[in-house]
C-alpha cells in the first residue's frame, strides 16, 4: 500500500501495518477540532512567558503607542516602519492597558489567527492530516512562539504574509478585479505592518506559473500594483 501502511500475511490473517503518521480519522474531524490541537499546543508554551517582563525594543513600542501625539511624532521625526503595528497596538492598551500580559495577548491572537488561516492555506492543496502536520510544525516553530509574546510587529507579520498569500492563490485561480484589489491592499497592509513585508510580494511573482499569464491576469496583475504603489506613497511624507 505504499508509504503509508504495507500488508503482511499470518497464518490465514492478513493485517495491515500503518505509518504513525497516519491517522484516517482526522479526516473525518471538524476543522474547529483539529485547529484547536495546534492552538494547544501555541498556548502551552506562551502562556507562562505572557506576564514576561518588557526588553528594550518591548519599551519602544509601548512608549511610542501610548498616544496619537507619540505616534504622529515618531513617524515624523524618527521612523515610519511598523506604523500600523503601533496603531494597533495603542488602540488595543486604550482597552486593555499597557501591562506585559495585555500588549502581549495582541501579539498571541494575531499568531493564533495565523494558525488558522495557515491551515485553511494548507487545505487548498492538502488533506486534513497533512494540513494539520504543517500546522503543528508552525505552532512548535521556536520563532514563531517567540514573537507569540513580544511586544512587537513580528507575530503580526507573519500573519500578513498568510492572508495575502491566501488571496494571491485565489488570483492565480480566479482573477477577478475585486481578489486584485484585496491582494493590493493585503500588501500594503504587510509594508506598514513591517518594511520587511514587501518581501512577500516578490515570493509571489516568483511563483507565478506560466501558464497563468494571459491577458485576464496580467489586467489584474497591474491593478493590484497600481494599488501597492499609491498605498505606499504616504510613507515618502515621512522619513523611513
Same mark, same amino acid.
Given at each position: /500500500? ?21 491517522? &484516517? ?13 495546534? *492552538? ?7 502562556? &507562562? ?9 518591548? =519599551? *519602544? ?23 500600523? @503595528? @503601533? ?5 488595543? /492598551?486604550? =482597552? ?36 494539520? /502536520? ?48 484585496? @491582494?493590493?491592499?493585503? =500588501? ?11 518581501? =512577500? ?30 498605498? /505606499? ?8
Amino acid at each position: /500500500m505504499g508509504f503509508t501502511a504495507d500488508r503482511f500475511r499470518l497464518g490465514t490473517q492478513t493485517r495491515v501495518m500503518r505509518s504513525p503518521l497516519e491517522w &484516517p480519522a482526522a479526516e473525518k474531524t471538524g476543522n474547529v477540532i483539529l485547529v484547536s490541537l495546534p *492552538f494547544i499546543l501555541l498556548l502551552a508554551q506562551t502562556l &507562562p512567558y505572557i506576564s514576561s517582563v518588557y526588553c528594550e525594543d518591548e =519599551i *519602544f513600542s509601548i512608549s511610542v503607542s501610548r498616544s496619537w501625539s507619540n505616534l504622529l511624532a515618531v513617524f515624523h521625526d524618527y521612523e515610519n516602519n511598523m506604523s500600523l @503595528y @503601533y496603531v494597533l497596538l495603542h488602540l488595543w /492598551m486604550r =482597552i486593555f492597558g499597557e501591562t506585559e500580559a495585555a500588549t502581549h495577548s495582541l501579539s498571541l491572537l494575531s499568531a493564533l489567527i495565523t494558525l488558522a488561516l495557515f491551515y485553511g492555506l494548507e487545505r487548498t492543496w492538502l488533506n486534513k492530516r497533512t494540513a494539520l /502536520m504543517g500546522a503543528f510544525l508552525l505552532a512548535a516553530n521556536p520563532t514563531f512562539a517567540y514573537y507569540a509574546v513580544e511586544s512587537r510587529s513580528y507575530s503580526f507579520l507573519i500573519l500578513s504574509a498568510v492572508i495575502s498569500t491566501r488571496i494571491f492563490v485565489r488570483l492565480l485561480r480566479k482573477p477577478e478585479s475585486r481578489v486584485a484589489i484585496w @491582494y493590493g491592499i493585503s =500588501i500594503v497592509c504587510g509594508v506598514y505592518i513591517h518594511y520587511f513585508g514587501i518581501l =512577500i510580494l516578490l515570493v509571489h511573482a516568483l511563483s507565478i506559473p506560466r501558464r497563468v499569464l494571459t491577458r485576464p491576469y496580467l489586467f489584474r496583475a497591474l491593478l493590484s500594483g497600481l494599488i501597492i504603489l499609491a498605498g /505606499m506613497l504616504p510613507l515618502l511624507l515621512f522619513p523611513p
